[in-house]
Nanobody
Framework: QVQLVESGGGSVQDGGSLRLSCVASGRTINNRAMGWFRQNPGKGREFVATITYNGGSTEYTDSVKGRFAISRDNAKNTVYLQMNSLKSEDTAVYYC???????????????????WGQGTQVTVSS
């Protein structure tokens, strides 16, 4: 099992920045893809960003490209999501996720992930 705890959410104005962190415990995440998803009430969970087990490759949904950056520090069992130039449409609960073990690619579908955090709220006001 992998336990994931997100932090760093909050309320900011349009154009502001936030850095989300996701700390993993339990089994290693060194051989897992990691991802960030977001969700609003009444809507499905939306893929935001993913990073390979070694940080060598990343993918983003089109709406956040050039504004968000995913990174990881396997020595600290932590994954980050740096969010810049935030917009009101970025408002959502953000979830961290871990794939099954020995997954050496990016993963953009929620079905690729076995473990999820509890989520952290991000609110962007105009």
């Amino acid at each position: 099992q992998v336990q994931l705890v997100e932090s760093g959410g909050g309320s900011v104005q349009d154009g502001g920045s936030l850095r989300l962190s996701c700390v993993a415990s339990g089994r290693t995440i060194n051989n897992r893809a990691m991802g960030w998803f977001r969700q609003n009430p009444g809507k499905g969970r939306e893929f935001v960003a993913t990073i390979t087990y070694n940080g060598g490759s990343t993918e983003y949904t089109d709406s956040v490209k050039g504004r968000f950056a995913i990174s990881r520090d396997n020595a600290k069992n932590t994954v980050y999501l740096q969010m810049n130039s935030l917009k009101s449409e970025d408002t959502a609960v953000y979830y961290c996720a871990a794939s099954r073990g020995n997954w050496f690619y990016t993963a953009t579908s929620s079905s690729d992930y076995n473990f999820w955090g509890q989520g952290t709220q991000v609110t962007v006001s105009s």
